[in-house]
């Protein structure tokens, strides 16, 4: 991997062992991450990332193990048939549905994001995008969509391909009475776009509370979006809590 010292860059790798090393070590944080912020619902929620030579396997944490507990040796590879192919232990049936439509629609993803997170679940509810009311949720203006719909545990792939051309071009996505979805073109802006969208349905959730919001115009919250909301500030808005969470935790990196 070669590096720019002084300078945050996503990472040049010089072979495959190396970049998909980078994209497990990125899942395992993350997903300690997502512990951390307590999106950990049960045995719900995954994050996945597409294997950098087989492009259509992704890894993903395995069914039924705490967040919190997560090691980059633990993840599971999995191919486009829902087959372990690389673990030893289960994954989930959700995830596969969800995810391996995802990263079917969208050759440029490279991880996608879903829990069920409390704020994010709460806003759900509502059926409705997210509006401008901050410089944050700004990074998701005419960036994201809902799915429109419930119809109970994503068990399917056909719930998982209407999911996927929902979702579209966007970054994310409110699945309507379920919660959270985002993607990234690296694991590291995958997580980050969950995380503050999940932040921005709690602010919309209390301004909504305390009275009657003052919205950002269009004009000027498409500029913010553009500032905001880029793949290379979704990267570098990751490190500093890879930084913290590595420096805390630094087994989830075995």
């Not at 709690?202 to 009657?212: D, K, M, N, R, Y």
Request: net charge negative; proline share 4%.
């Amino acid at each position: 991997m070669k590096g720019n010292k002084g300078v945050l860059k996503p990472p040049i790798f010089d072979n495959i062992e190396d970049e998909r090393r980078h994209r497990k070590q990125r899942l395992a944080a993350g997903l300690r991450l997502f512990s951390k912020c307590g999106f950990d619902e049960g045995v719900a929620g995954h994050i996945t990332a597409r294997d950098p030579e087989l492009t259509d396997h992704f890894w993903v944490n395995p069914f039924g193990v705490h967040f919190s507990l997560i090691r980059t040796s633990d993840l599971l590879l999995v191919n486009h048939h829902g087959e372990v192919v690389e673990g030893d232990l289960a994954v989930n049936q959700a995830a596969f549905a969800i995810h391996s439509q995802v990263h079917a629609a969208r050759p440029d993803v490279v991880a996608a994001a879903h829990a069920h997170s409390t704020y994010g679940r709460a806003w759900s509810t509502i059926g409705r995008p997210l509006d401008p009311l901050t410089q944050d949720v700004c990074a998701f203006y005419n960036g994201h969509g809902v799915f429109d719909d419930y119809t109970g545990v994503v068990l399917d792939v056909e719930e998982g391909k209407r999911i996927a051309h929902a979702l579209g071009e966007y970054k994310a996505l409110i699945l309507r009475n379920h919660g959270l979805l985002t993607v990234g073109h690296s694991v590291d802006e995958a997580v980050w776009w969950f995380i503050t969208m999940e932040r921005s349905c709690q602010v919309q959730l209390l301004a909504e509370a305390a009275g009657t919001p003052v919205l950002i115009d269009s004009a000027m919250a498409a500029l913010t979006a553009r500032q905001v909301g880029s793949p290379r500030i979704g990267w570098l808005s990751f490190q500093p809590l890879y930084e913290r969470i590595t420096h805390e935790q630094p087994e989830l990196l075995d």
